[in-house]
C-alpha cells in the first residue's frame, strides 16, 4: 500500500499542480497576516491573542473548503470552484473543531507544558512529558482528520476525531510513515516558499491515505475471516492500480500525446 500511495500522492499532485498553487497562495497570504498580527503586541496581550485566534479560525474553515477540492481530486474528478464554496459550508463543523484543536495545541506548547516543567518537580515534569506524547499522537492522527470528514460525511467532528485514532491504532506502521512524509513535504514546502506541495497538496495526500485506508476496511468488511497481517493489496488496490495506470516521464509532461 505504502509504494501505491506514493505513486498516487504524486500524479494527484502533478494532475492538478495548477489548482493547488493556487489554493496554496491563499496559505500563504494568510500567513503573512498571521505574522502581521504580532505588530498587535505593541496594543497588549489581549489584541494580541485575538488576532491570533482571528488567523487560526480563517486557516481552519479555509482547510475544510479545500478539503472539499481535494476530495475531488483524490477520486479522480475534475475540480471547479463551485467544490471550494460548498466546502465550506460542508466542514465547518469540522473546521470548527479543528480550530479548537489548533488553540488547545499552541496553549499546550506555549503554556501548559512549559508551566509544569517549571513547577511541582518530578510530578511535574511526568505530566509534561505526559501531555508532550499527547501532542505527538495527535500529530500521528490529525492529518487524516478532514479527509475522513470526506469519506465519512455522517460523522460529527468528534466522533471523526475519536476515529482518527482508531485508525493511527490500527495502521501504526502506515501512520509513522505518513508523519515522515509529511515531514518531507514540509521541508520541500519551505524550499519552493510554500507552493509545492503547501498546505493543499498535504491535504490532498491525506485524502489519498484515507481513500486507500477505506478499501482496506471495505475489503476487510467483506472478508472478516482473512488475516489482517497479510492483505493481498494487489487485489484491493487493483481498481486503484488501473485508474493511475501506467505513467511515464512523457505522458507526465505532455498529457494529451
Known amino acids: 500500500m505504502t509504494g501505491f500511495f506514493i505513486k498516487k500522492a504524486f500524479f494527484d499532485g ?3 499542480l495548477i489548482g493547488l498553487v493556487v489554493l496554496n ?26 488576532g491570533i485566534a482571528a488567523v487560526l479560525f480563517v486557516i481552519a474553515v479555509y482547510s475544510g473548503a479545500v478539503s472539499r477540492v481535494c476530495h475531488s481530486y483524490s477520486d479522480y474528478k475534475s475540480q471547479t470552484w463551485s467544490d471550494l464554496k460548498t466546502g465550506f459550508s460542508r466542514y465547518f463543523r469540522h473546521s470548527l473543531f479543528m480550530f479548537f484543536y489548533y488553540i488547545i495545541f499552541f496553549l499546550l506548547i506555549g503554556f501548559v507544558i512549559p508551566f509544569y516543567l517549571g513547577s511541582f518537580g518530578i510530578a511535574g515534569t511526568i505530566i509534561s512529558i505526559l501531555l508532550i506524547w499527547l501532542l505527538i499522537f495527535s500529530l500521528l492522527a490529525m492529518p487524516y482528520y478532514f479527509a475522513l470528514s470526506s469519506y465519512l460525511p455522517g460523522d460529527r467532528p468528534l466522533k471523526t476525531f475519536k476515529k482518527c485514532f482508531i485508525i493511527v491504532g490500527d495502521n501504526m506502521g502506515f501512520s509513522l510513515f505518513f508523519l515522515l512524509y509529511n515531514i518531507v513535504c514540509i521541508l520541500i514546502t519551505v524550499f519552493t516558499m510554500g507552493l509545492v506541495p503547501g ?3 498535504m491535504n490532498l495526500a491525506s485524502h489519498d491515505a484515507i481513500r486507500l485506508l477505506m478499501l482496506k476496511y471495505d475489503w476487510l468488511e467483506e472478508n472478516p475471516d482473512a488475516d489482517r497481517r497479510h492483505l493481498p493489496w494487489a487485489d484491493i488496490l487493483y481498481d486503484e492500480e488501473e485508474k493511475v495506470g501506467p505513467r511515464s516521464f512523457k505522458n507526465m509532461i505532455f498529457p494529451w500525446k
Open 14 to 16: 502533478w494532475d492538478n
Open 25 to 50: 497562495i491563499v496559505y500563504i497570504l494568510l500567513l503573512f497576516l498571521g505574522i502581521y498580527t504580532t505588530s498587535l503586541s505593541q496594543y497588549g496581550p489581549l489584541p494580541f491573542y485575538a
Open 199 to 201: 498546505v493543499a497538496g
